[in-house]
């Protein structure tokens, strides 16, 4: 089942490609409230990146797996206190949006391993209940990144308000493709636009995203945990990811 459901992601994510006339994204397999199984299922299918949510719920996975050698992304909101375990658990975090979580990953980022890779969050749609940065405030982070040798900053990423009129969702993955051309002309190193989700991918694609982040089409729907209440903001409560 699950090997079915990533061809036929895959198949669908290179249809909306070759449709717009532009390079094949990256997969992210969100994996968040998947046992770590199911991980290794799709890791057998030859999926190598996924993203979490919770850092403590990462761990265990990354541990139990850690002989498959796969690629962790951190995709979930990430408390400043969690930054030491963070910085060596991932390989990539996509959700740095403030100058203190900068500065806490680079300190605590093993210097035997290759630099973190840092995405920007951007809060596209001005959400009072979301995460990420004001876009007037990305140039800043930016240079905040690429001035600490221990990170290297990729790109960017955002969670578009789940608007039920596709036309919205279109407008803000353009914004977010702009913003990323902005800063890909200010930094060799940047090549990641991260956005589209399970139900509005093919879009994102259009627009430009080079990596989409899909749980939902990969495993199947998502129990919901106490922890995905709205307000407690350790993950993507809150953050209009769709979940029901
Ligand atoms: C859960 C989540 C996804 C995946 O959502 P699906 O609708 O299941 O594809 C992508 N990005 C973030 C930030 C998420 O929290």
Redesign the pocket.
């Known amino acids: 089942m699950l090997a079915r459901n990533l061809s036929e992601t895959l198949q669908r994510l290179e249809n909306a490609a070759s449709n717009a006339g532009r390079p094949v994204p990256r997969l ?1 397999a ?1 994996s ?1 409230t998947q046992p770590a199984e199911a991980v290794a299922a799709l890791a057998a299918a030859g999926q190598r990146a996924f ?1 979490e ?1 919770y850092v403590q719920e990462a761990a265990s996975k990354v541990r139990d797996l850690v002989e498959l050698s796969l690629e962790w992304h951190l ?2 909101h990430l408390q400043s206190n969690k930054a030491e375990a963070a910085a060596n658990l991932f390989d990539w975090v ?2 740095v949006d403030r100058p203190k979580l900068v500065a806490a990953l680079a300190r605590y980022r093993d210097a035997q391993r290759g630099p973190l890779n840092v995405l920007l969050q951007v809060n596209i749609d001005d959400e009072a209940s979301k995460h990420g940065c004001r876009p007037e405030q990305l140039d800043a982070l930016a240079a905040a990144v690429a001035a600490e040798p221990r990170l290297l900053l990729r790109g960017l ?1 955002a ?1 578009p308000a789940p608007h039920a009129d596709l036309a919205l969702r279109r407008d803000a993955f353009r914004r977010m493709k702009a913003l990323y051309d902005g800063l890909a002309a200010c930094y060799p190193q940047v090549d990641t636009l991260s956005m589209g ?3 509005d ?1 093919p879009l994102a694609v259009a627009e430009g995203a080079t990596m989409v ?7 199947g ?2 129990k919901r945990r106490e922890s995905e209440e709205p307000g407690l903001g350790t ?2 409560s809150g ?1 209009g ?3 029901p």
């Open positions: 992210l969100v968040k993203g949510n995709i979930g996509q959700t990423m969670i989700m399970s139900d991918y982040r899909i749980g939902t089409a990969l495993f729907a998502r993950g993507d953050q990811t769709g979940d």
